[in-house]
């Protein structure tokens, strides 16, 4: 996208444009990287409901893979995932790796 | 038209704001300001205003107010003074990014510690880079002017930045004087009504004010709120002639008194400016070609204009009632050293620190001031190129 020069910004910097957040992506401040293991997940949604962001795409009830354009690597979904029988379904790894 | 009465300048500022008779009003009490919002509130309290009164629990709050106010769509007013100001430092530049019109009288005092509560200039010259417009008052009926002409400057919808009106706390705050005010009807058609763009509560057309801006968009922000300011002294100039029309008083960006002919010059802000002016008149009365030039618009500083009413001298000097420690002169000086700057051929200079924590300018120091000034133009040599006046050894 190309950048917009100083004369063509709105004045006070002010936001006319409802949830027009979706066109900044935050995922490059990410160092660590949550990793999404299916086969121990069990759907119950605790990682869509703790993402801050909407790193969590979620269809007809059930989650997919990650939307990495927004997420930051917070880890928060990987400490709240509860897994099963022991196994996290989300796993952070180091970006880079 | 109008009336004629004897009120001090915070009475004159109150009467200013009730006339003009703003949405909302956000202040704490702080002396010397305190007398002008506990007029106005007891206007708003007694019906005469239809502006909502928010009583906070301090001047950051009032200033956050104030923003959130803006923001939301209303014409907003605030008063402070010093510490107060000191206090809403981190507002007053949300309130000029984003771009909200909102109106302060600036009630000049000195900033602690030693506490003082006192008239001084560090309270404006401390927020002087802060993004707001700032007209400087000598008496109360140029408070009150200013106060008027402020919300059409501020509001015109190629500027959209918030104004600051100043006059010398106690010295012209509380000192009553004889003032011409204007009809109601008249201050009402010259403001005119305020329609907020953008306004938060339009809630139709959903908006968000105070995004983060980061390296990417940041400098380009500011670059246009520099072009904004640049437009400011077109506006002050033609709100002021309108201002004209309805009350038969002229305003520039500044004054000048006895300067075109002038070799010498004062330049001075606020109420020591009409002291200047005595003494220059006993100058002048002795054959001495003596003048002033009071700044009104101090930001944004008109350069060029300055320059071109003061290059002609073969002397100035620079009267400051607002040290700047650490610093080469005060900062009424380096404004003024900047406009000269630039002219091939320009007056000897020099620096005077005077009248810290309101004490008193008096005629003899103004005559001290233009004596100096003779001396340093005959010889053209400066004996004292900063010093400080009024003070014991």
């Known amino acids: 996208m190309k950048q917009k020069g100083w004369k063509e910004l709105k004045p006070g910097a002010v936001v006319t444009e409802p949830g027009s957040a979706l066109k900044f992506k935050t995922g490059s401040w990410r160092a660590y990287k949550p990793k999404w293991v299916p086969e121990n997940c069990i759907q119950c949604l605790f990682c869509w ?3 801050p962001d909407m790193s969590v795409p979620v269809k007809d009830g059930k989650r997919g893979d990650f939307d990495y354009d927004y997420c930051k690597g917070c880890g928060i979904c990987a400490l709240e995932c509860p897994g099963k029988k022991g196994n996290k379904a989300i796993v952070m790894e180091e970006e880079g790796k | 038209m109008g009336k004629i009465v004897a009120v ?19 202040a704490y009490p702080i002396t010397p300001s305190t007398d002008l919002m506990q007029r106005f509130s007891s206007l708003a309290n007694n019906g005469k205003v239809k502006t909502e009164m928010i009583l906070v629990e301090s001047e950051h709050s009032a200033m956050s107010a104030c923003i959130g106010a803006s923001a939301g769509g209303g014409r907003v007013i605030t008063a402070t003074s010093s510490q107060g100001m000191a206090l809403m430092w981190e507002e007053l530049f949300i309130a000029s990014g984003s771009r909200f019109p909102i109106v302060m009288a600036l ?35 140029e408070a009150y002017d200013n106060a008027i002409q402020s919300f059409r400057i501020a509001e015109h919808l190629d500027i959209r930045l918030p104004a600051m009106t100043c006059m010398d706390g106690f010295i012209i705050s509380h000192s009553i004087e004889r003032i011409e005010y204007l009809d109601d009807a008249a201050v009402k058609d010259f403001v005119g009504e305020f329609k907020q763009t953008n306004p938060l509560l339009d809630v139709d057309n959903p908006v968000s004010y105070g995004p983060l801006i980061l390296t990417d968009y940041y400098m380009e922000y500011r670059r ?113 050293a900047s406009s000269l700057y630039q002219y091939g051929q320009r007056p000897l200079m020099m620096n005077k620190i005077y009248g810290l924590g309101g004490r008193d300018y008096m005629p003899d120091q103004a005559e001290y001031v233009l004596s100096d000034l003779v001396e340093t133009a005959k010889s053209g040599k400066i004996k004292n190129i900063r010093e400080y006046i009024g003070v014991r050894e």
């Open chain 2, 8 to 26: 001090t300048g915070n009475e004159a500022v109150a009467e200013a704001f009730r006339q003009v008779n703003p949405d909302v009003c956000a």
């Open chain 1, 49 to 51: 409901i703790y993402c």
């Open chain 2, 224 to 336: 246009a709120h520099a072009e904004v300011m640049s437009k400011v002294k077109g506006v002050v100039l033609d709100v002021a002639k309108d201002f004209e029309k309805i009350s038969g008083r002229k305003y520039g960006l500044f004054e000048t008194y006895r300067l075109e002919d002038a070799e010498i010059g004062i330049v001075v802000l606020n109420s020591a400016a009409g002291t200047t002016k005595d003494a220059i008149d006993i100058f002048r009365d002795k054959g001495i070609k003596a003048g002033l030039l009071k700044p009104r618009l101090f930001r944004p500083f008109p350069y060029e204009e300055v320059g071109e009413a003061l290059k002609h001298l073969k002397a100035v000097c620079v009267l400051d009632r607002a040290d700047a420690f650490g610093a080469s002169y005060g900062p009424l000086f380096m404004e003024i």
């Open chain 2, 107 to 141: 009630v000049n005092r000195a900033l602690s510690a030693p506490l003082n509560i006192h008239g001084d200039h560090s309270d404006g010259m401390g927020a002087r880079d802060c993004g707001w417009i700032q007209l400087w008052s000598e008496n109360a009926q």
